[in-house]
């Protein structure tokens, strides 16, 4: 687990939303995150399953955010859960041993200790910098990411308005991943935008 990860923005917009992943798919991301909070059920199930095609074709991972109903019976490689989801525990149980589990550790390497512990694949770390897409306190210090690199065996991902010029002294302080929403879906060419985040890993 290396390198970009994308999540997708809250877009209704199911085929713009699919154009825009696949071209950062082609520029190099290393997995796929499907968020979208306000969708219904109904779309949320059309988008998600397009998406996990669109990931299988490419042989990349395909991870679902909070909703672990829809990663089973998609059969999702993976879901993520945040603070105020269900607990890493309990996600690990409903979904095996085998599937990816991410956990928001948000500041805090206790969080990131106790979701490693209980059985999480990988942890984010953020936010970092001000994000457009998303709202939360922007107090994560970048010397975390050194510090779990240290003491926490799972990769790390980074998340927090990041762009290609913020994301270099998180990668080097050691970070795994970069997570990225507007630096690549907002930008007019997201394959381009895409291959540079990937490009800050092979420096």
Known sequence: MKGLYLVTPDWDDTEKMLSATEAG????????????????????????????????????????????????????????????????????????????????????????????????????????????VKKYEVATQPSIVAQAKTEIPVPNVVIGGMTHENAVPLIAQGADMVAVISSVYMTDDPEAAARRFVSLFNA
């Open 25 to 132: 798919l082609r520029g190099g991301a290393a997995i796929i995150q499907y968020r979208h909070k306000t969708a219904s059920p109904a779309l949320r199930r059309e988008q998600a399953a397009a998406l996990q095609a669109l990931c299988r074709r490419y042989g990349k991972p395909f991870i679902v955010n909070d909703f672990v109903e829809l990663a089973l019976e998609l059969d999702a490689d993976g879901i993520h859960v945040g603070g105020t989801d269900m607990s890493v525990a309990d996600a690990r149980a409903q979904v095996g041993p085998q599937k990816i589990v991410g956990a928001s550790c948000y500041g805090s390497l206790d969080l990131a200790r106790a979701a490693q512990r209980d059985g999480a694949s990988y942890v984010a770390f953020g936010g970092f910098y001000p994000s457009r």
